[in-house]
Each structure stands twice: as C-alpha cells, then as structure tokens.
C-alpha cells in the first residue's frame, strides 16, 4: 500500500531486467521526487501495472531490435492508456526509436542524454498529449506521417463532421494550448476537452494529438498550393481579356 503523499506523487514504473541499471535508474527518478517502482521480469508486468497503477511506465531496453519490438508491444498491450517511454542506448538507429513510437509508444529517451532530458519527458508525457523526439527524430517522424493525397481528401469531407466546439478545441490544440489551457478559454473542464479530443480522433480516423496537428498543417498547404496553382492557370485568361479590352 501506498501512503496519500505517494499517492499525489507522479507514478513510475521502471522496467529494467539488470539490477545494477535498474537500481541507478530508480535512485535517480526517485532523486526527483516521483513514487517508483521497479520491475525485475517484463513477464511480470502486467501484474505490476495492475498493482502500482502507474501514470507512466519507463521501459529501459537492450538494443536487440526483434526482442525489444516484440517488448514494446506487449508492454503497450499490458499499459493500455498508461503512457510508455522507452530508454534506448546510442547504437539504436532513429528508425528504430520511431518503430516504437508506431507501435504506441509516446517518446524515445537516449541514454547518452544528460538525465535531465529523462526528467524533461517524464513532465512532457505527463502532463500533455505530446510525443517525445529528439529534432531529428520529430523531423523523420512528420516525414513518415506525410499524408497521401487521396487519404487527405477522404478526411477533408470529414471535417464538416465536427461540431462547432469540436472545430474550436482543433484550432486551440494547433495554436499550441494543453488540455488545461484549452478548458480555460473555452470554460469547460479538462475531461470535456478530453472527450471532445477523443471524438475528433474518431470522425478524422486520426489516433493523437500529435497527428492532429500534422493532418492539419497538411491540409492547410495543400489548400495554399491549389490555390496558387488556380491563380496561376487564371492569370492568363485575365491577361488575354485585359488585351481584348484594349
């Protein structure tokens, strides 16, 4: 059992077989004031995460790119909405680190990074909806996420879907506002604006906020380039009818 301080704590599950790594990571973690446990035996987890009810689950893993898949989505399996950050060494190629977060994974932390960087993404995943990259990696991600043209179109003839406040937490959640922020301008609670998100996600066909943003910023470039593109193509006919008119 855990006492109420612990309980208003940020909940940590640590996942790391090696004692000797698993005993630093968790002196540290718990350096910074959250409430960690630790689990020896991933086969265990699911048990543990029934136990400790974390609020994010840190999963340290080896570097062996076909048994830590196979890891991560049973992991992602066990935690069900709880978020994941995965720990990876430095010989793990970028690829590898955005496999995870297709898998559901919500952020990458190298652990060639000052500690500090684990501390930062801890915060991050837990107090937003954001995905955790490094720049490069948030780049190769947005290349990934490129939206194929027929798929934007299907989705365009969706958005009339939306509500009115469904279409205003959209232009809120773009602008760049949290959860928190978007209840106070809009003057609804936190879990309304969850609610509204999770609709959105399911009229766009869409599974993040971070998708969200990306669909968007799409849509709105591709909006820019036809329109540029019917100025161009009309630009002639005007001219030939100024002509005329001379």
């Not at 340290?60 to 709880?82: A, E, M, P, W």
């Not at 994974?105 to 991050?124: D, Q, S």
Request: aromatic fraction near 6%; hydrophobic fraction near 45%; charge should be positive.
């Amino acid at each position: 059992m855990f006492s109420s301080l612990e309980k208003e704590r940020i909940r940590i599950l640590l996942i790391e077989e090696e004692v000797l790594v698993r005993d630093a990571l968790k002196a540290l973690i718990a350096s910074w004031g959250f409430n960690v446990g630790e689990v020896a035996n991933v086969g265990r987890a699911s048990e543990d995460v029934r136990y400790f009810q974390p609020d994010i689950v840190v999963l340290s893993l080896s570097g062996n790119k076909d048994d830590d898949t196979k890891i991560v989505r049973d992991i992602i399996r066990v935690c069900g909405r709880v978020p994941l950050l995965a720990l990876l060494g430095n010989d793990c190629d970028q690829n590898f680190a955005l496999d995870f977060v297709h898998l559901g994974a919500r952020g990458v932390v190298l652990r060639t990074k000052p500690p500090l960087e684990l501390r930062k993404a801890i915060h991050k995943v837990y107090e937003t909806d954001e995905i955790w990259l490094d720049r490069s990696g948030l780049c190769k991600l947005i290349t990934r996420l490129s939206t194929p043209t027929e798929v934007i179109a299907t989705r365009s003839e969706l958005l009339p879907l939306l509500s009115e406040r469904e279409r205003e937490v959209v232009g809120l959640v773009i602008q760049g506002l949290k959860n928190k922020g978007i209840g106070e301008r809009l003057f609804i609670s936190e879990i309304t604006v969850r609610h509204h998100l999770t609709a959105i996600f399911n009229k766009l066909g869409l599974s993040s906020r971070f998708e969200l943003i990306t669909y968007m910023h799409t849509m709105a470039a591709n909006k820019i380039t036809a329109d540029t593109s019917q100025a161009i193509k009309s630009r002639p006919a005007r001219q030939s009818i100024d002509r005329l008119a001379v």
